[in-house]
């Protein structure tokens, strides 16, 4: 067993198409990623990609709706969040 996070991770949790990189929503609402040489092989550090549109900085306040943390297609490389259209006029 090999610890990715550092600080744990609130969901989201998916790998990249080619195995080469893990990655999970961290409970500050950052979507983050780690290298891997094999699933058990860490070779990089956490780094962040960016932070999820929640104004309330986690993903789970963005709808409540715990199921949109899975829309990341096989590359890693397009996201899908669902927020709330005052929150984005504020």
Do not use: C
Request: aromatic fraction near 8%; charged fraction near 15%.
């Amino acid at each position: 067993m090999t610890q990715i996070s550092r600080d744990g991770a609130q969901g989201m949790i998916f790998w990249r198409h080619d195995g080469k990189e893990i990655g999970y929503l961290s409970r500050n609402g950052e979507v983050t990623v780690v290298g891997l040489a094999s699933a058990a092989d860490v070779v990089g550090s956490p780094m962040v990609l960016f932070r999820s549109p929640s104004p309330s900085g986690g993903a789970y306040g963005v709808t409540g709706n715990s199921a949109q943390l899975h829309n990341v297609n096989a590359d890693a490389n397009r996201f899908v969040f669902a927020v709330r259209f005052s929150a984005l006029t504020r």
